[in-house]
């Protein structure tokens, strides 16, 4: 069974004492590839060297996290641009992200955050690369901006979707995106196993960790790493009620589908 980690921080601290150890468990476990996404200017250039130790694993992901959008957000995303388009970067980046909208927090660079965000889908569309989206408390938001990019856009995923059908229905409205399910799949009190079974076709779907958060049951509580993923993907089986190599399967064409650059 193969399958695509599509949402995993491998650049993090939390991974600097046996980074090799949680790629090579990684690939033991089944992954052919991961995507690391960078959340502001500084963690651009760790998950750059991460990907080039891992050349034809780790592939990197470049934007600002919606939660790092701060008073210098726009020096920050000068910052990031520098980085992303220099030709010999570029070439190597999937993907706009993490980049998105989450007032979970606080409201505090509100306008911010939607400048910060619409710029990078602008960049989307400019580059013609998907969007690693996240969104916490500002769906509303994020669909208002994308309908504006709606037939520019090449695709994405909305990482770590946790929602209801009616939100699931209004994100799969945008043609070539995807639903990026983790270890939230397996939690006792989630209702997105019945979710997913009603709403979402498995076209639809991507698997990620968003490691080193979010593990999966029966791992809860222990750091996320890539490996856990074979968890998500037996708990996605039983909802679809199809076989784990079904899923890794139809994830990992979707995954290619999503960022083409990654079968190059």
Excluded at 13 to 30: N, Y
Excluded at 230 to 240: L, R
């Amino acid at each position: 069974m193969q399958f695509i980690d599509t949402h995993a921080h491998l650049d993090g601290e939390e991974f600097a004492d046996d980074r090799a150890q949680v790629m090579a468990r990684a690939k033991e476990a089944g992954a052919i590839k991961v995507l690391i996404p960078a959340i502001d200017v500084s963690s651009c250039h760790t998950v750059l060297n991460t990907c080039r130790q891992f050349p034809d694993f780790a592939f990197p992901m470049l934007g600002l996290h919606p939660e790092e959008v701060k008073e210098n957000w726009q020096s920050q995303l000068d910052d990031i641009w520098l980085v992303l388009s220099q030709p010999e970067v570029l070439p190597s980046v999937v993907a706009i992200g993490e980049v998105g909208i989450d007032y979970y927090w606080s409201r505090e660079f509100e306008q911010q955050q939607i400048e910060a965000f619409e710029r990078q889908v602008q960049w989307a569309v400019q580059l013609q690369l998907p969007l690693m989206i996240h969104c916490r408390k500002g769906q509303q938001q994020v669909v208002s901006i994308l309908k504006r990019y709606k037939d520019q856009l090449s695709g994405g995923v909305f990482h770590c979707f946790t929602g209801n059908a009616n939100e699931a229905a209004e994100l799969l409205q945008f043609d070539n995106f995807v639903l990026g399910i983790g270890g939230v799949l397996t939690f006792k009190k989630s209702h997105l196993p019945e979710v997913l079974a009603s709403t979402v076709p498995l076209d639809r779907v991507v698997l990620e960790t968003d490691a080193p958060y979010m593990a999966p049951v029966p791992m809860r509580g222990k750091r996320n790493e890539s490996a856990f993923v074979t968890h998500v993907i037996t708990k996605m089986a039983e909802s679809y009620n199809l076989t784990e190599e079904e899923i890794a399967t139809q994830t990992t064409l979707n995954a290619y589908r999503i960022f083409p650059k990654l079968l190059h």
